[in-house]
Structures are given as C-alpha cells and as structure tokens.
C-alpha cells in the first residue's frame, strides 16, 4: 500500500497530499476535544458522521454561492479538497450567549443576542487562540481590511444558511466557527470557505428544552468493541438439506438490518418528518423516527454462523454502535 504525505494534522482531522496537483484528502478523524483541549476522547464513528454533514453542507452553501474548497467525498471518512492557503484565524459567528462569550460579559447563557457577532481568533494552540482585534490583524499582514470584509460577509450568509436548516428540525444553531482561505488566480487572490461544518464546529441546543446536543456535553470515551468473525458446525448444505456438491461455495441467506437510533439521541431526521407530518394536518404524530434498512445476500455455512457475521459487520460499518441500535435478521 502507498504511503500518503501527511501535510497536517489538527484535533479532529489530518490532512495528505492529493492526487492531483492543487488538491488535498481531508481525513476525519475519531477524536474529540472541549475546553480548550483540556478534555480528549474517542468516539466511535464521529469522524464518519462528520465527514457526512460537511459535505451536506458544503455543498448546499456552494448552490447558493459560497464557495468552498469542497470538490467530492472520497469514502467514509475522506473527502477531496481544494488546496488553499489558510489564514491564521477562526471566525467565529455567536446568535446566543454561551460559553467563552457569557463569561467574559457576564451574561446568562440561552440569551439572545441583539445581532448576530463576528469575532476573530488567532490559530494558535500554543497560546490557546486568543481572541484579536482587526487592527491586530491587518497590522500583523494576517488579512487585508478586503478581507476581512469579504470573511464577515461570507459568515453571516453561512450563519443564514445554518440557522434556517437546523431550526427546520427544532435545533438552534448558538454559535459556530468556520477558516477562510485564499485561492490565487495570477495575480488574485479570492476568499473562499474551507475546514470543515460540522457539529464539532457548532455549538447546538435543542429548541424547545434547550437540551445541549454538541460537544459542550463532552460524551466519556466509549468501550472499544470488538468482534471477532469465525464459523463452525458442519460442512455447508445445499437448500434441499444434502451435502453441497460445490464445497468452496456455501449457499446464500438473505440478510436483513435494521439500523435506527438510540432512545435519548437526537433524531433530527425524525423531526424534520414529524414536523412536515404536522404541517399537513397529521397533529396527532408524535415520537418519530427515522431509521435505514439493509439487505443483501451472504454465502454462510448456516444461519447462526450467517447471523454472526452480520452482527459483526454492523458493529465493525453498519452502524455507529455508539448512538445507533440495530436488529438482525437472516433467512
């Protein structure tokens, strides 16, 4: 297997050098962190979900003109890139008082803001990424006074975008953080969005309970499981019962999974149905949820041995074990 240059690797992603000149693969990874990276953990299949909503995201900002570096999703973790060069800072957008924000001003989380805040941080782990002023950034050349217009500009149409999509499904979108970068065309240089939107970039309540569903809740590290594949019992049998005359070919079960949320867990899809439901006359619906269902045929020596393979696939792709259930059955 070839080796890929690794060109960077943050909290939640790694990047390596792209196919093709001009282009990066942005891999996804499992780690989370908060508080400033005082808190790290793993969680399983995060980084899977994650790469699934930027794209969504992506390229619906792309469709209504925000450009972004976004070019297509490669599998389930990776996407292709656009090559940019990054300015050092995060931009960050806040609608509602919460986190850093209620404790340098000492208002009450949940309260609305009178108009939507841009505010600028220095990448920077070393010194935490301090918050900086515009002068600070066009004297320290990190951006140009254009710039920084065309970035503010560009977060409040993201922010547009982002609180009408989730408030669609009963989520209010608190305050989110997205990077900018340039893509030089001769001798111009045009702003475009990269990084990533994702809940990891997010901070996200529940509209009505004002439950928080991002990682200010911080989930502990989850129980790594494993699974291992084997099988057992006699040779394989043909669907009349005799011995199969062809012994490298077991014959095939058809296999059913049934994937669907955990109780507790946020259904968004759920909602944005059971909403819909409302709107046309259905008022009585409640509790929905949205769930997928998987067949294919397998080639088992029996039905025990069939069903623990499939179990062991769900837990190793099918499902993300950490929030998704699943049901089994073969036949």
């Known amino acids: 297997?070839?080796?890929r240059k690794k060109i960077y690797e943050g909290k939640a992603k790694i990047l390596?050098?792209?196919?093709e000149p001009g282009t990066l693969v942005?891999?996804?990874?499992?780690?989370?962190?908060?508080?400033?990276?005082?808190?790290?953990a793993v969680l399983e299949g995060k980084g899977v979900i994650n790469n699934r909503i930027s794209e969504h995201i992506m390229i619906k900002l792309n469709g209504i003109g925000v450009q972004n570096h976004f070019i297509r999703r490669l599998n389930l973790r990776e996407q292709l890139i656009r090559e940019?060069?990054?300015?050092?800072?995060?931009?960050v957008c806040r609608n509602v008082a919460a986190g850093s924000l209620s404790t340098r001003f000492g208002l009450p989380e949940g309260q609305a803001l009178p108009r939507s805040i841009i505010e600028f941080y220095l990448k920077d782990d070393k010194l935490h990424d301090p918050m900086v002023a515009e002068e600070h950034i066009t004297a320290f050349n990190w951006a140009?006074?254009?710039?920084?217009?065309?970035?503010?500009a560009l977060t409040l149409r993201v922010n547009d975008y982002l609180t009408g999509m989730f408030g669609a499904v009963g989520i209010t979108l608190i305050d989110f953080k997205v990077e900018y970068g340039r893509v030089w065309e001769n001798d111009f240089a045009r702003i475009i969005l990269a990084d990533e939107i994702s809940p990891d970039s997010c901070r996200l309540w529940d509209s009505t309970?004002?439950?928080?569903?991002?990682?200010?809740?911080?989930?502990?590290?989850?129980?790594?499981?494993h699974?291992?594949?084997?099988?057992?019992?006699?040779?394989?049998?043909?669907h009349e019962g005799n011995a199969d005359r062809h012994p490298g070919r077991p014959p095939l079960v058809k296999a059913t999974v049934q994937v669907f949320l955990k109780p507790g867990v946020l259904d968004v899809q759920g909602k944005a149905v059971e909403q819909a439901l409302h709107g046309l006359g259905w008022g009585g619906v409640s509790q929905v949820r949205v769930g997928r269902t998987i067949e294919f045929d397998l080639a088992a020596g029996d039905a025990a041995a069939a069903e623990a393979e499939v179990k062991a696939m769900c837990d190793k792709l099918l499902a993300n074990t950490v929030i998704e259930s699943y049901r089994v059955e073969v036949a």
């Open 144 to 152: 140009s006074t254009q710039e920084i217009d065309d970035m503010m």
């Open 26 to 40: 942005q891999y996804f990874k499992d780690d989370t962190t908060a508080f400033d990276a005082q808190k790290k």
């Open 84 to 91: 940019v060069e990054i300015i050092p800072l995060e931009v």
């Open 16 to 19: 390596y050098e792209g196919p």
């Open 227 to 238: 699974r291992e594949l084997h099988r057992s019992g006699p040779p394989p049998r043909d």
């Open 1 to 3: 297997m070839t080796r």
């Open 209 to 225: 309970t004002n439950e928080k569903l991002d990682k200010d809740r911080f989930p502990p590290r989850p129980r790594q499981r």
